[in-house]
């Protein structure tokens, strides 16, 4: 996968006269809170990176998500070198920082286009849980942000199979019934979050004592 970018890369190069459509490289976008991350976000990244034919699926932690969540997530730079162990060994993945850099209340339509002018050659399909999908109405700018990205959306247990108004691409994924929410809850509750989480983001978690006080989660 690697060597098809390269090989694009260095067309794009080469022949500035191409037509853009011919050397746009596909990639996946997977934003979250990822608080903290899970094997549902790594399979859907996987699933729809092999079944659409992504180059690759960059995972996006935001900074503020722009819905009010319950409880307040843990630090920033926490949830990053999370998504970072998470990601770890697969080479389709890859870390987006875009959201964090910039700060705020992370709005996907500002993301997409700064991600745009610093990767013009880039196509995004931009990955959503059925939940998502079901708000995607609320979304800031959506009518424009439809038009600088493609929505891929997923199954999620627990969620009806959404109809959309939004032209959404559907990708079927295995059934993980998993939760950064669901997550939070076991960890306050000293239970087992083996196998629902990476090995190297579970040892990040104990190492620093995340999530252990009730309160937050
Ligand atoms: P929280 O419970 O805190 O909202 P989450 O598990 O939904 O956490 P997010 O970081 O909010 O994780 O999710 C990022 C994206 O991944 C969203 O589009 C969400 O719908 C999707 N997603 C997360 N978990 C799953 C899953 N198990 N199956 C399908 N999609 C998922
Ligand atoms: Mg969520």
Do not use: C
């Not at 929505?151 to 079927?172: C, D, H, L, M, Y």
């Amino acid at each position: 996968m690697q060597q098809t970018v390269t090989t694009l890369e260095v067309e794009a190069q080469v022949q500035p006269e191409m037509e853009i459509e011919s050397r746009r490289v596909r990639v996946g976008l997977l934003g979250g809170t990822f608080n903290p991350p899970h094997l549902g976000h790594l399979v859907i990244g996987e699933q729809v990176a092999r079944q659409l034919g992504l180059e690759k699926v960059y995972f996006m932690p935001n900074a503020i998500p722009p819905h009010v969540d319950r409880k307040e997530a843990i630090a920033t730079v926490d949830r990053v070198k999370m998504v970072q162990a998470a990601i770890q060994g697969n080479s389709l993945f890859e870390l987006e920082l875009a959201e964090v850099e910039r700060g705020g209340v992370s709005y996907a339509y500002d993301t997409l286009l700064t991600l745009l002018q610093k990767h013009p050659d880039y196509e995004y399909y931009f990955i959503i849980g059925a939940d998502e999908v079901a708000y995607l109405s609320t979304w800031y700018r959506v009518d424009e942000l439809m038009r600088l990205t493609h929505f891929v959306g997923v199954n999620r247990p627990g969620v009806p199979a959404p109809k959309s108004e939004f032209s959404i691409q559907f990708v079927t994924v295995p059934d993980l019934d998993i939760s950064s929410t669901n997550l939070r809850q076991r960890i306050a509750h000293h239970e087992s979050v083996r196998y629902l989480v990476p090995d190297l983001v579970a040892a990040y978690i104990f190492e620093r004592g995340l999530y252990q006080d009730d309160d937050r989660n």
